[in-house]
Nanobody, 128 residues
């Protein structure tokens, strides 16, 4: 079993920054990609960024490209999402996810169905 725990959410004014963290535990060999998603009220869950657990493969969704940065610390078993230049449109519940993707097939790696393990989410609220 894999357990994912998000932290770092909160409230910030437009133009500000936040960093989310996702600590993984359990059978971490069960997956080869981790990702960040978000879901705003009344909207579908949106994939933001994904990172391979080995190597340097990183993918960003168009809505966050150039503003958000995904990274991981293998020693701490933690994934991060640095979010800069936030706007009220970024207000949502942010989820950490992990899954075993088929290399060369499951691409781009931001489909909800690719990820079997999910955290409970961290709220991010951006005020104007």
């Amino acid at each position: 079993q894999v357990h994912l725990l998000e932290s770092g959410g909160g409230s910030v004014q437009a133009g500000g920054s936040l960093r989310l963290a996702c600590e993984a535990s359990g059978t971490t060999y069960s997956y080869n990609y981790m990702a960040w998603f978000r879901q705003a009220p009344g909207k579908e869950r949106e994939g933001l960024a994904a990172i391979a657990t080995r190597g340097v493969s990183i993918y960003y969704g168009d809505s966050v490209k150039g503003r958000f940065t995904i990274s991981r610390d293998d020693v701490k078993g933690t994934m991060y999402l640095q979010m800069n230049n936030l706007s009220p449109e970024d207000t949502a519940l942010y989820y950490c996810a992990a899954g075993r993707l088929r290399v060369g097939y499951d691409w781009p790696p931001l489909d909800v169905s690719y990820f079997a393990y999910w955290g409970h989410g961290a709220q991010v609220t951006v005020s104007s």
